[in-house]
């Protein structure tokens, strides 16, 4: 069977698992402040979905991303989710005989895409406590030339949850600028950060903020992003996107609202997901040989290292399963580093995240009997 058969199937499984705890994909299932259910109703009943939406977004919406992101001066283009954006940016940018270079480990998919295009992909590892588990401005400077295409960086990352600070995005800026590469700045989970900042505020030429509402308001079935870039590059993109019928009317309608009652609401959703860090990093220390690498995450996630104890994470992940709660392995994410560790996703009801605590030692034992799964994805 083709593999994308087999994937599509294990995904339809936990889809159609009643009560699944999902704790491995970094989607929020918080319950939506009342406004966003009911500006989806309200767009549903007032048969307003029928009519295409503007290509590039509500204009409200537009407006809004702006805001949040901190970029007022940005042109934006509402996507069918970032995976969307981030597809159509590496579609019109890669090219044979360029490089993109990248994090390890990153987030597979623009690796992807950015192939597809004909790039040569350049992954400069990260999983170093050494340095913070996060790049340096050392390592990427050494690593790019004339040939450097893209800079695709992650930040928060994922799955590590590092953040950083404005004095390396404008480092990372200035290399980008000395080489004439365009620096995709993927923002997915920038509300989860203490501190965030746009690269857009350094190098508004050639940077791009991809945006996402899948994390911090909990559209990820309702397929929602966004790019941020200047308006000679979002022309570029709009020429020929993926969907140039405009995205999900009720989706935007949920977005507007979520965004305008943002400040009121979604400080408690950090609090809540922050408590679910805790709990969970407290009960991964006391297994020994367990760790936790990254604490507090600057996402909403926890990377768990279990190749101390001896503990294969696909193992774990099959053990979990058992009992109704989804945990994602390393190889994910990276095929260098994914045999070390395990994430956990926390934007989760509180009682998934102590179920995940009160079973650990069951399914740490439960994981030493079990022969390594073939088909995670």
Not at 296 to 312: C, F, H, K, M, Y
Not at 357 to 363: D, F, R, V
């Amino acid at each position: 069977m083709k593999t994308f058969e087999v994937r599509n199937q294990y995904f339809d499984k936990l889809c159609n698992t009643p009560g699944l705890m999902w704790l491995g994909q970094n989607t929020n299932h918080f319950a939506p402040h009342a406004s966003v259910r009911e500006a989806v109703i309200q767009a549903l009943d007032s048969g307003e979905y029928h009519a295409y939406a503007p290509p590039a977004g509500f204009e409200e919406l537009r407006q809004l991303i702006r805001e949040d992101m901190g970029v007022p001066d940005a042109s934006v283009l509402v996507t069918d989710g970032a995976v969307e954006a981030l597809y159509n940016v590496c579609s019109n940018i890669c090219k044979p005989g360029t490089t993109f270079v990248t994090t390890n480990p990153s987030w597979a998919w623009p690796m992807h895409f950015a192939r597809k295009a004909g790039a040569e992909i350049v992954e400069l590892p990260i999983y170093n406590p050494a340095q913070g588990y996060k790049l340096t401005v050392e390592q990427l400077r050494n690593a790019v030339d004339e040939n450097t295409r893209v800079i695709y960086l992650v930040d928060p990352n994922n799955p590590l949850g590092t953040c950083h600070t404005e004095e390396e995005i404008k480092a990372f800026t200035d290399i980008a600028r000395s080489v004439g590469a365009y620096f995709i700045h993927d923002a997915t989970y920038s509300s989860f950060a203490e501190n965030f900042t746009p690269a857009y505020k350094f190098y508004p030429e050639k940077a791009i903020q991809i945006y996402s509402f899948s994390k911090w308001l909990g559209l990820a079935g309702m397929r929602l992003g966004a790019v941020l870039a200047s308006g000679e590059i979002i022309e570029m993109l709009a020429t020929a996107p993926p969907n140039n019928l405009g995205s999900n009317v009720l989706s935007q309608r949920a977005a507007i609202a979520g965004l305008k009652t943002k400040a009121e609401w979604f400080p408690e959703i950090w609090r809540r997901q922050r408590r679910n860090q805790d709990v969970v990093a407290q009960a991964a220390l006391k297994i020994p040989g367990f760790a936790v690498p990254v604490y507090p995450s600057q996402a909403n996630l926890l990377v768990i290292e279990t190749i101390d104890a001896g503990i294969r994470p696909e193992a774990l992940v099959a053990a979990y399963q058992t009992q109704g709660i989804m945990i994602r392995q390393g190889t994910y994410h990276t095929k260098q580093f994914g045999d070390r560790f395990v994430k956990v996703s926390l934007t989760v009801p509180e009682e998934w995240a102590d179920r995940f605590c009160e079973l650990l030692p069951e399914m740490v034992k439960l994981a030493r009997t079990i022969d390594v799964p073939a088909n995670l994805f």
